[in-house]
């Protein structure tokens, strides 16, 4: 059974830019969640997708939003860049909701805003 | 406010000897705490999942205790090896309404010394 997938894998941006990140969960996995993670704050949660429904979202503004299509894939979007958004951002899977058992992480996006 | 604490950054143990990672929390009624393994550059992965009912789980050299009462698990590595260095996250949610997400502690580094 094939991971979880994010891509791209590295991306460089300027301030001001936009970005979209991509997560394939495991097929079969309904719940998609999105994490934050860097050195000082370590993994902060940004939201959660059941059934292409937003189900939480954590303490982060606006800029950051996401979507799930009814194939369970998700994209997350970060408009107007700022420097404090390179981070690595992690994508879960789950087969029910995350807060209800394991979760599966794929390798995360990696961006650095110039 | 809740907060998750994990003992210490980062912990360094000879080979062989058991490695005790802490996390404490507050203001929080999880109906479970889980712990994952993250390796540099990588996604965190699932290890144990532990009930409020269940004192304690094992799974090979892995063992977790849970103790509502002293808001805290004790994840414990047994004859530890260079193998197991990385960082140790804990997580839980809130409580076992639908509504709130897993967060997680920022980790506790683990080297294992040969």
């Known amino acids: 059974k094939a991971g979880v997938t994010q891509t791209p894998r590295y991306l460089i941006k300027t301030r001001g830019q936009q970005v979209t990140l991509s997560c394939s969960p495991i097929?079969?996995?309904?719940?998609v969640s999105w994490y934050q993670q860097t050195p000082g704050q370590g993994l902060q949660f940004l939201f959660e997708?059941?059934?292409?429904?937003?189900?939480n979202k954590g303490n982060f503004p606006g800029r950051f939003s996401g979507r799930q299509f009814s194939n369970s894939r998700s994209e997350m979007n970060v408009s107007t860049l700022e420097l404090g958004d390179s981070a690595l951002y992690l994508c879960?899977?789950?087969?029910?909701?995350?807060?209800?058992?394991?979760?599966?992480f794929g390798e995360g996006s990696r961006l650095t805003v110039l | 406010s809740q907060k998750i604490e994990q003992n210490s950054e980062a912990l360094n143990i000879q080979e062989g000897k058991t490695a005790t990672l802490t996390c404490n929390y507050t203001?929080?009624?999880?109906?479970?705490l889980q712990w994952y393994r993250q390796d540099p550059g990588r996604g965190p992965v699932f290890l144990l999942l532990?009930?409020?009912?269940?004192k304690e789980k094992r799974k090979e050299r892995l063992k977790v205790t849970f103790d509502t009462t002293l808001k805290q698990s004790l994840f414990h590595i047994t004859a530890s090896q260079p193998a197991d260095s990385a960082t140790y996250l804990c997580?839980?949610?809130?409580?076992?309404?639908?509504?709130?997400?897993?967060?997680f502690g920022k980790g506790t580094r683990l080297s294992v010394i040969a």
């Open positions: 879960a899977s789950s087969f029910w909701l995350a807060n209800t058992g394991e979760l599966f």
């Open positions: 097929s079969g996995h309904r719940s």
């Open positions: 997708y059941f059934s292409e429904t937003q189900r």
């Open positions: 203001n929080y009624s999880p109906a479970y």
């Open positions: 532990i009930r409020e009912n269940e």
């Open positions: 997580a839980l949610t809130g409580g076992n309404s639908g509504n709130t997400p897993l967060v």
